[in-house]
């Protein structure tokens, strides 16, 4: 089995910038992808950005290209999502999520590992 860990959340103004983790754990051999997804209340769940576990081809929803940055740590099988130029309309819990197929990148029904969420608020 493999666990998702997530951490660096909290609440910024808009224009500011925060920086998630997500660090896994247990049979990572099987993974392929990670990814951030956030769910904001009310809404459906929604697709930020993925890479693949080897650290390679980062895919951004377009709401968030050009302000958010996935990347791969130095840290083995821990990803991370900068977030810069916040907008109110980022606010949401964020989830990390891993998958073992590379395919539909940020098709929520290919990650069958999921981590608790960490919030994310902008305000205004």
């Known amino acids: 089995q493999v666990q998702l860990v997530e951490s660096g959340g909290g609440s910024v103004q808009a224009g500011g910038s925060l920086r998630l983790s997500c660090a896994a754990s247990?049979?990572?051999?099987?993974?392929?992808?990670m990814a951030w997804f956030r769910q904001a209340p009310g809404k459906e769940r929604e697709g930020v950005a993925t890479i693949y576990t080897a650290g390679y081809s980062p895919y951004y929803a377009d709401s968030v290209k050009g302000r958010f940055t996935i990347s791969q740590e130095k840290a083995k099988n821990t990803i991370a999502l900068q977030m810069n130029s916040l907008k109110p309309e980022d606010t949401a819990m964020y989830y990390c999520a891993a998958s073992p197929l590379m395919t539909t990148p940020l098709n929520h029904y290919t990650y069958n590992v999921w981590g608790q969420g960490t919030q994310v608020t902008v305000s205004s």
């Open positions: 247990g049979n990572t051999v099987t993974l392929r992808r």
